[in-house]
């Protein structure tokens, strides 16, 4: 499959072997399960397919970068300081997509953004980001309790399946008492149906 050229100036398994040659197998077989997902999500929410199985495929692209890789590019990509304070579960999309346009030339913004929002969520998320999002949560290779509930949410409605992982992560994160990157909290209450 050659993609259209102004998405990437990669065919699709000239990308993947440039992804692979970055991720050990099990992580590069997650990857291959998202972009299938987030094809067929696409394909129910008439999104452009393309584009979600470019974004499918990078998402995790820096995934298994060194913590030092991705303190050097968030300086020199004068990224917010305040990234410095977290670790892989946050750099490895909001950097990962510095990293994806410079090593793989890929400068299409919307892809970007899927790949930048794809751990925690924004308030706002293109049709595409909620397919990348929700693709990362639901590919057949999770298996968490309430996995099943977000596959019929997310293939009955987007948007309630963003919801319901935007909940269920949080709270997973409370539980385990791991710090909450403020970003995930504006997402959660941008999301919540209702104000109360
Ligand atoms: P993966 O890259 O396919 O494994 O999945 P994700 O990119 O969605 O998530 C990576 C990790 O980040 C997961 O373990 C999430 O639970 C975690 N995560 C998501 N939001 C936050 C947050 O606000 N704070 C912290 N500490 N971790 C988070
Ligand atoms: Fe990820
Ligand atoms: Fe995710
Ligand atoms: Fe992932």
Do not use: C
Not at 22 to 33: A, G, I, S, T
Not at 60 to 85: C, E, M, T, V
């Amino acid at each position: 499959l050659i993609y259209q050229e102004k998405l990437s100036p990669y065919s699709r398994e000239e990308l993947m072997a440039r992804i692979s040659d970055k991720l050990d197998q099990p992580r590069f077989e997650h990857v291959k399960r998202v972009e299938q997902t987030a094809i067929e999500l696409a394909q129910e929410n008439n999104v452009d397919v393309e584009k979600a199985s470019v974004a499918g495929l990078v998402h995790d692209y820096a995934k298994q970068r060194s913590d030092k890789d991705f303190k050097h590019a968030i300086i020199q990509y004068d990224l917010d300081p305040d990234l410095l304070n977290w670790g892989n579960a946050i750099w490895h999309g909001v950097v990962g997509a510095e990293l994806i346009k410079m090593e793989l030339g890929i400068y299409d913004e919307d892809i970007l953004n899927a790949v930048r929002y794809h751990t925690t969520g924004n308030t706002y998320m293109t049709s595409l980001a909620q397919i990348v999002f929700m693709a990362d949560y639901i590919e057949p290779g999770r298996n968490f309790p309430g996995v099943g509930v977000a596959r019929r949410l997310t293939h009955h409605s987007l948007q309630d399946g963003v919801v319901y992982q935007i909940a269920s992560t949080l709270s997973y994160l409370v539980q385990r008492q791991a710090k909450i990157y403020p970003k995930t909290i504006e997402t959660y209450n941008a999301w919540v149906p209702s104000a109360s």
